[in-house]
């Protein structure tokens, strides 16, 4: 069963830096969009960030500027690179992506487990 692994999250203080990562554990033949998402305590889940097959990239209104998303295709992994965090970037920080587990066979929406992201002083 394949699934998305995420790692890298933790505390830090605002104005700091953390980098996610995430891969899939298991055997693919391809994937296409990858995404982070996040979700903080009583709210609604967000999309922060997208990156396609050929790297372009879309970012929320309240991260552009200070987080990058990034990827490795021939490790098959998606980074978020977060810089300057603030108070307000503490959520779960989700992995999606759309993964094409073989030839000819349609890609599907994979989720990770969450990691949880804490800035505070």
């Known amino acids: 069963q394949v699934q998305l692994v995420e790692s890298g999250g933790g505390l830090v203080q605002p104005g700091g830096s953390l980098r996610l990562s995430c891969a899939p554990s298991g055997s693919i033949f391809s994937i296409n969009t990858m995404a982070w998402y996040r979700q903080a305590p009583g709210k609604e889940r967000e999309l922060v960030t997208t990156i396609t097959i050929t790297g372009g990239t879309t970012y929320a209104d309240s991260v552009k500027g200070r987080f990058t998303i990034s990827r490795d295709n021939a490790k098959n992994t998606v980074y978020l690179q977060m810089n300057s965090l603030k108070p307000e970037d503490t959520a779960v920080y989700y992995c999606?992506?759309?993964?094409?587990?073989?030839?000819?066979?349609?890609?599907?929406?994979?989720w990770g487990q969450g990691t949880q992201v804490t800035v505070s002083s």
């Open positions: 999606n992506a759309k993964l094409q587990l073989r030839p000819f066979v349609i890609s599907e929406d994979y």
